[in-house]
């Protein structure tokens, strides 16, 4: 059964930092594109970022380039996201999500270049950034 959890929100002050956590069972991450979603209040979900399961090839919103940064540790199955100098407009619930190589879900987001289609999700964890 594939799980995913995630850990590391909270509230900072714009300009700071935070580090999520997404701690996967339940499946070998090479296989799958693994990456971060987020919702703000009232808006649709973003597509933040992502490794692709083809090459292992990250993927950013534009609007994080620059700031966050994803890894993958295979040996403790867990995904990172790095964020740095955060803003306002960066608070939201954030999602980890992975996509099977063979299954596309339902939902396709653009990050970049490419379509994240996740068929897994975490519960999502809190970020708010403000003074």
């Known amino acids: 059964q594939v799980q995913l959890v995630e850990s590391g929100g909270g509230l900072v ?10 701690l996967t069972s339940g499946f070998t991450l090479d296989y799958y594109a693994i990456g971060w979603v987020r919702q703000a209040p009232g808006e649709e979900r973003e597509g933040v970022s992502f490794i692709s399961s ?7 919103t534009d609007s994080v380039k620059g700031r966050f940064a994803i890894s993958r ?5 867990t ?3 790095e964020m740095n100098s955060l803003k306002p407009e960066d608070t939201g619930v954030y999602y980890c999500a ?10 396709q987001l653009r990050v ?3 379509w ?10 809190q970020v708010t950034v403000s003074a």
Do not use: I, M
């Not at 083809?54 to 950013?60: A, E, F, L």
């Not at 540790?73 to 199955?77: G, L, P, R, S």
């Not at 994240?116 to 964890?125: I, K, N, S």
């Open 13 to 22: 002050q714009p300009g700071g930092s935070l580090r999520l956590s997404c």
């Open 79 to 81: 995904v990172y996201l």
């Open 54 to 60: 083809d090459d292992g090839s990250t993927y950013y």
């Open 98 to 107: 992975a996509e099977t190589y063979l299954v596309k879900g339902p939902e």
């Open 116 to 125: 994240f289609a996740p068929t897994h999700w975490g519960q999502g964890t």
């Open 112 to 114: 970049g270049l490419r």
């Open 73 to 77: 540790d295979n040996a403790k199955n």
